[in-house]
Structures are given as C-alpha cells and as structure tokens.
T-cell receptor, first 112, second 117 residues
Framework: SQQGEEDPQALSIQEGENATMNCSYKTSINNLQWYRQNSGRGLVHLILIRSNEREKHSGRLRVTLDTSKKSSSLLITASRAADTASYFCATTSGGGADGLTFGKGTHLIIQP | GAVVSQHPSRVICKSGTSVKIECRSLDFQATTMFWYRQFPKQSLMLMATSNEGSKATYEQGVEKDKFLINHASLTLSTLTVTSAHPEDSSFYIC?????????????FGQGTRLTVV
C-alpha cells in the first residue's frame, strides 16, 4: 500500500538552483530511502537514512528525517539538467525480507 | 554496486497469452526478490515477495494465479503473467537485496514494459 506522500508532485527549476522534495509517511519505519527514476527506466538508489539518524549527506544530496513528524526531505544542490527525473521516497518497517513502500513521487524538471 | 538484470525490457503480446519476465542478480545472491508494478505517472506498488526455494508472498489484491512467481535459484526469479488482458498492461520492475551484504538497499532491474493488445 502507498503510505508515502511526496510534495510537490512536480517541480520545475532552473539549472544551478536547489531542489527540495518532501515525503511523509504513516507507519513506524526502520529506514527511509530515496530513489531516482528516469523516464521508463528502473530505479536507482540515492541515499538511505536510518530511523535513528536526523540528517545525511551524499555529494550534492542532503536528506533529513523527522520521525516525530513522520517526514523526510531530499535536497539536491546546484541542480543539473541530468537531475531531471522522478524521485521517490520508500520505507521499510521490517527486516531484510520486506518490500519497499513507495511514495507517490516528485517529478523534477531542470530547465537548462 | 550490485547489478540486477531484467528481461525483456519491452514486450507486446496478444490477449489470452502468457508472458514470462526474468529477473537476475548478476553479481550477488538474492534470497529475496521483489516484484513491483507501476502504472503511467504513478508510483510503484509491491505485488509480491519472491523467496528462493519457497512460495511467493503476494500483497493483498494481487491474484496469485494470474501472476505466477518462481524463484528457483539465488540469482533468478521469474514473473509469468498468465492469460494476459489489456488491463495487465503496465511497467513491471523487480528488485533484489544482496543477502551477503545484509543492507536494506534494494537494487532494481531496468523494468519491463508490457503491452497487451
């Protein structure tokens, strides 16, 4: 079932600007992950943040997690045209045998 | 990173026929693989969890007789859409976790675009 809600559903910005996407979820989680999907392709794992972490960085990506508000944000700094894609948050609440519950996604368009 | 190969990437079939989609982990062993379905401009919905050597676990609302899953080895899971109908047209994606690394990161196949005519 879909428990994540991404906000905004679509985002268009100029190259070089920062892009922020938000995700909310409903149940308790072990970790939250962000994935990128280029049109008609599979998903690429971007970053994972565990439930006991509040912030994590990876290159131009910054993820925050607020378990009290059941929300997460993904910040992409200095955006590039190649960042154009759909971004999904996904959660797991169990162990390694659990599938992912995905949010609805944010479609990001970077204008050159 | 680990590689998951999904085949075919695109298939068109006639109503009433069956289609098999393969999902292979190329450089790691996957005790568990997952099958998702994605409609246009929508998110991924987990269909079933495929366990090596045992029966798959289906999500509520997914017909197990229609979507047959076989996970015969640690590197291969197959999804067969039986007696396909136009409403089965969708994007199907598999994923797998690296058992030996024991991390929650999932590696995804490239997806299969199924069109039933």
């Amino acid at each position: 079932s879909q428990q994540g809600e991404e906000d905004p559903q679509a985002l268009s910005i100029q190259e070089g600007e920062n892009a922020t996407m938000n995700c909310s979820y409903k149940t308790s989680i072990n970790n939250l992950q962000w994935y990128r999907q280029n049109s008609g392709r599979g998903l690429v794992h971007l970053i994972l943040i565990r439930s006991n972490e509040r912030e994590k960085h990876s290159g131009r990506l910054r993820v925050t997690l607020d378990t009290s508000k059941k929300s997460s944000s993904l910040l992409i700094t200095a955006s590039r045209a190649a960042d154009t894609a759909s971004y999904f948050c996904a959660t797991t609440s169990g162990g390694g045998a659990d599938g992912l519950t995905f949010g609805k996604g944010t479609h990001l368009i970077i204008q050159p | 990173g680990a590689v998951v190969s999904q085949h075919p990437s695109r298939v068109i079939c006639k109503s009433g026929t069956s289609v098999k989609i393969e999902c292979r982990s190329l450089d790691f062993q996957a005790t568990t693989m997952f099958w998702y379905r994605q409609f246009p401009k929508q998110s991924l919905m987990l269909m079933a969890t495929s366990n090596e050597g045992s029966k798959a676990t289906y999500e509520q609302g997914v017909e197990k007789d229609k979507f047959l899953i076989n996970h015969a080895s640690l590197t291969l899971s197959t999804l067969t859409v039986t007696s396909a109908h136009p409403e089965d047209s969708s994007f199907y994606i598999c994923s797998a976790r690296d058992r030996d690394r024991g991390i929650p990161e999932a590696f995804f196949g490239q997806g299969t675009r199924l069109t039933v005519v």
